[in-house]
């Protein structure tokens, strides 16, 4: 089930509650001695930073699939740590991530230390709005994509940020991303209600999709139907990405959202009505669309706001995909709208070039 340490950093003492998840979530990862002090390292100096620059904020730990973007790498699984504040932003953001550069009397450690240990590290701060810095640990300490890495990597990149309601240890949401031959498949299920037992079901989509990859979305959630029979079922979306053809497949069940931009136009990509594994829709169409080098795809749950203003087109692109999930979260969420349901945004991108090469 979809394990995620939900920690909130407004004082000192939540710093050390911030290490002792990183290293819960290094062994739930099966990370060794050493990786595992690099991800509590890394998620110490973040949860300080919040402190120092961000007036506080919070810490997201997960464990993810480190080979999403360079399948056949032998990486294993990575913990994955993102910090998020609404904050006054960092003015100059180059400066921050240098070593030794500190706006306080401290050594200035902070962000030049998470960039110089994780494996793959990306942050976005914007003035008035806050800042989301993001970390990845891999069990194999490893170059980041086009700096000597093994494997081929592929042209497009998956990322995504999960909160649970209420800090709740497991998450009713989980999504994956499998490549299988020249497809790229992305898969967001909301399992019913929240809890364990919604993290049951969402778990067993992910599962199934595992096995599953290389069908197209109508076929592989007629699979998801059955194998959630035994659970209280989830609301399921379906992007199949078509590297040779260069065309995506669309489909879902439920309400999850999906908006596909292309150019400087975001459009609605529609699911059915119905729960995958209770109530299944006796036809579903599905959406096929060019898919483009400057496409993007978000899908998430309805613990998102359905009414989200995007972000600007070429930040997203920009950024790593799980940093431009957060950076959706931040900006869709205030304290006037509170969260009734675990959250859950993912992201697909085209690959920068400079991965690429």
Request: net charge neutral.
């Amino acid at each position: 089930m979809t394990r995620v340490w939900d920690v909130p950093v407004h004082d000192s003492t939540r710093v050390r509650d911030v290490r002792v998840a990183a290293e819960h979530a290094a062994e739930h990862a099966g990370l060794d001695q050493d990786r595992t002090a690099a991800a509590a390292l890394v998620a110490t100096e973040l949860a300080t930073n919040l402190l120092k620059h961000g007036g506080g904020g919070q810490i997201l730990i997960d464990t993810v699939d480190a080979d999403l973007w360079l399948p056949g790498a032998g990486r294993g699984a990575a913990v994955q740590i993102a910090a998020i504040d609404h904050g006054p932003g960092i003015a100059d953001l180059p400066a921050a991530l240098r070593d030794g550069y500190s706006t306080t009397s401290s050594l200035g450690a902070g962000l030049g230390t998470c960039r110089r240990i994780a494996d793959d590290f990306d942050v976005h701060s914007a003035p008035g709005q806050g800042t989301v810095a993001l970390a990845r640990v891999y069990a194999v300490r490893t170059r980041r994509p086009g700096r000597g890495d093994t494997g081929a990597p592929v042209p497009v990149r998956a990322g995504g940020i999960n909160i649970p309601l209420a800090a709740a240890e497991y998450s009713g949401d989980a999504w994956a991303c499998v490549r299988s031959g020249d497809h790229v498949t992305l898969l967001l299920a909301d399992g019913l209600g929240h809890g364990p037992a919604a993290a049951k079901a969402s778990t067993a989509a992910v599962r199934q999709l595992r096995h599953s990859a290389h069908l197209p979305p109508p076929e592989l959630l007629g699979q998801l139907h059955t194998a959630l029979c035994d659970t209280r079922g989830a609301a399921v979306a379906v992007a199949r990405l078509d590297l040779a053809d260069g065309h995506l497949d669309f489909a879902g069940i439920g309400n999850i959202g999906a908006r596909l931009r292309s150019g400087d136009t975001w459009r609605p990509l529609l699911s059915r009505p119905g729960i995958v594994g209770a109530h299944r829709p006796a036809r579903l169409p599905h959406t096929r669309t060019p898919w483009n080098d400057d496409s993007l795809l978000v899908l998430h749950s309805d613990g998102l706001p359905s009414r989200w203003t995007p972000p600007p087109v070429a930040l997203l692109a920009s950024l790593d995909p799980a940093v431009a999930a957060a950076v959706i979260v931040r900006d869709s969420s205030s304290a006037a709208r509170p969260v009734r349901d675990d959250t859950t945004v993912a992201v697909l991108t085209p690959t920068p070039q400079d991965h690429q090469t």
